[in-house]
């Protein structure tokens, strides 16, 4: 298998099964036993695809005789890699991208198809710089109109379209070093020595970007516990969430990154209790923390929103990390985008009963720290200013950002990726009175 045939594959999962774009890739990528090289190739021809959607077809819609509703599925997903190709990436030629659609279409579809693939593969390549510009932001960022709608509710004109792009950028992964197995310049000096091209996050000390890696697992320095995959946004949360050695934490919505980066920041002293309301996310958790040589996590399921009357004011800090709409992270997610948005709609209720819940677990002179991967202000500043309205006994407390980094805060900040190098990201941090 090449990484055309890997990525048509994850895009037929995706349409087929409702798979996640992250999760289909990988699956093909294993199956297809690709080198880095070409798992690379096959990532970046799926999710360009994705990111793209709506402004492919607005384009293949001028090159295609029959209306792209009319087609086979199968060859709308394959006209779509094919266009991606010869519209956004300069270095495969058109005659590769044209003939293996055509030898796609024989194999998925039928030879009769093959033919309109050709013909229109071609014609889209020969008008290429005469084809017409979309006008409107939905289709030129290929996010659909109810979620720009929604976007806009919550940002100016000018940070949304700057928004709409960065999710069409191609992000890097971020790699943080773990103080307890490396030192940062140990994971550089072996992120050279695996040949893998990695720079230092601008404003985040021992955090490195990297792409082109392949699958991350399969890395001896990710194998060994030295680095853990988590983006700059959620490890500022834990930093400004002040954990420190001998506390007694609960990050209360865990799936881990969160617990791992406290963890570390506490050198591995007193205690955390990570918690999750899916039993197999405990394994997980356990597992990836004996990984990174974290020997004071306890994991446990049960969920955030229920009270613990056995955990009240016990928690010198607790991480409220809850679950949102994610529309923060849709440069790394694509297909968020094209999800249905009415779910979203009752998050703020969960959110609220969360954070009414947890709160409780608080000691007096404690800190609480609510955040969330949304830009969605519903979910952010109308949850967490509202709470502290309504319970004086918490308060706003400002915290430090790392040097490199604009982002003032009275104890509450929003991250967008153009501004910060970051996932859109929702930090808040209060403190209970003593």
């Known amino acids: 298998m090449n990484a055309r045939t890997t990525a048509l594959s994850a895009l037929i999962a995706m349409r087929r099964q409702d798979a996640w774009a992250d999760g289909a890739l990988k699956d093909y990528t294993a199956r297809d036993r690709l080198d880095r090289r070409d798992a690379a190739l096959a990532a970046r021809l ?27 599925p199968v060859v709308l997903d394959i006209l779509r890699l094919g266009a991606y190709q010869i519209l956004f990436l300069d270095k495969i030629p058109v005659s590769a991208a044209v003939n293996e659609a055509v030898e796609q279409t024989k ?82 000096a072996a ?16 955090c490195f970007l990297v792409s082109g890696t392949g699958n991350l697992e399969s890395l001896p320095l990710f194998q060994s516990g030295a680095v853990y995959v988590q983006d700059a946004a959620a490890k500022l949360a834990v930093l400004a969430s002040g954990a420190a050695p001998g506390m007694r934490v609960l990050d209360c919505c865990a799936a881990g990154g969160k617990s791992f980066a406290a ?25 990836n923390a004996a990984r990174l040589g974290i020997s004071i996590l306890k994991a446990e399921q049960r969920s955030a929103s229920e009270l613990d009357p056995a955990l009240e004011a016990q928690f010198d800090l607790v991480i409220a990390d809850v679950p949102c709409s994610g529309l923060g992270v849709i440069r790394k997610k ?36 609510y955040s969330t991967c949304t830009v969605r202000k519903e979910e952010n500043e109308a ?51 003593a």
């Open 191 to 206: 992120l050279d020595e695996a040949g893998i091209a990695c720079e230092p996050h601008p404003w985040l000390p021992g």
């Open 334 to 369: 694509p297909d968020i985008r094209y999800k249905p948005l009415d779910a979203i709609e009752s998050l703020p209720e969960v959110q609220r009963a969360i954070l009414e819940t947890v709160s409780r677990y608080v000691k007096p002179g404690g800190a609480l720290l």
């Open 107 to 188: 194999t998925y579809a039928n030879k009769r198809a093959a033919g309109l693939v050709n013909g229109s593969l071609r014609t889209l390549a020969r008008r290429k710089d005469e084809l017409e510009k979309p006008h409107d932001l939905a289709t030129k960022y290929s996010h659909p109109q109810p979620l720009v709608d929604c976007l806009r509710a919550s940002m100016d004109e000018e940070t949304l379209e700057a928004f709409l792009a960065a999710d069409n950028d191609i992000p890097k992964t971020a790699l943080q070093a773990n103080p307890l197995k490396a030192s940062a310049e140990q994971v550089a």
């Open 46 to 72: 799926l999710y360009g695809v994705v990111q793209n959607r709506m402004l492919l077809d607005f384009y293949l819609a001028q090159a295609v005789a029959s209306p792209l509703t009319k087609l086979q």
């Open 263 to 287: 963890a570390m920041q506490m050198e591995n002293t007193g205690s955390i209790l990570s918690c999750d309301l899916h039993a197999h996310k405990i394994s997980l958790i356990e597992k």
């Open 383 to 433: 949850v967490a200013l509202p709470f502290l309205q309504a319970h004086p006994e918490f308060s706003l407390e400002p915290f430090p950002v790392p040097d490199g980094l604009d982002l003032p805060n009275e104890g509450y900040a929003a991250l967008l990726p153009h501004k910060h190098a970051a996932d859109g990201f929702f930090i808040c941090k209060l403190r209970k009175h």
